[in-house]
């Protein structure tokens, strides 16, 4: 149950923890509109967290292949790309981006999903619009909210969602 919870927070966090407004979904006080994060954008949100919380100052690629390119070109000694390879996986791991779902147990992705619908279904009784979450996409999506973080934290605690 406590790996199902960790999951939930993981992906609840991948979400909603940036601060940035461009495609991706995050809560704060101010409304704005998100969307969940397309995976050709995965390269982008990349080098936004390189940049903005790592200090890094990485020009924008133009896909993945640029990106590795520009990344390979920034460290000059071994303790550099080892602190790159940290930041790298830091940020991959925040925003889950590349992250390889048939790696995990059929019947954990299926306590995820079902634990998900529930979450959703709570979350709509309580007035705000989400969607269900697919099988193929597994995660609550709370792009669409208007609502500020302070609104929303208290109903997904009420749905049992636990931090």
Excluded: H
């Excluded at 992906?11 to 909603?16: A, N, R």
């Excluded at 609550?140 to 500020?148: A, F, T």
């Excluded at 973080?149 to 208290?154: E, H, N, R």
């Amino acid at each position: 149950m406590k790996k199902v919870n960790l999951l939930i927070f993981i992906l609840f966090l991948s979400l909603c923890s940036t601060t940035s407004n461009d495609g991706v979904a995050s809560l704060s006080s101010d409304t704005t509109t998100t969307s969940v994060i397309a995976e050709e954008d995965y390269p982008i949100v990349l080098t936004q967290c390189l940049n903005e919380e790592k200090g890094y100052n990485i020009a924008t690629p133009f896909d993945i292949e640029d990106l590795k390119s520009t990344i390979n070109q920034l460290s000059n000694s071994k303790e550099e790309q080892l602190q790159l390879r940290e930041d790298v996986d830091y940020c991959i791991s925040k925003y889950n981006l590349w992250s390889d779902s048939s790696s995990l147990n059929p019947e954990e992705l299926a306590k995820v999903y079902d634990e998900n619908l529930e979450l959703a279904k709570c979350l709509r009784e309580k007035g705000l619009n989400v969607p269900d979450p697919s099988q193929q996409e597994p995660k609550v999506d709370l792009s669409g909210l208007k609502e500020s973080k302070d609104d929303i934290m208290p109903l997904l605690q009420e749905c049992g969602w636990q931090k």
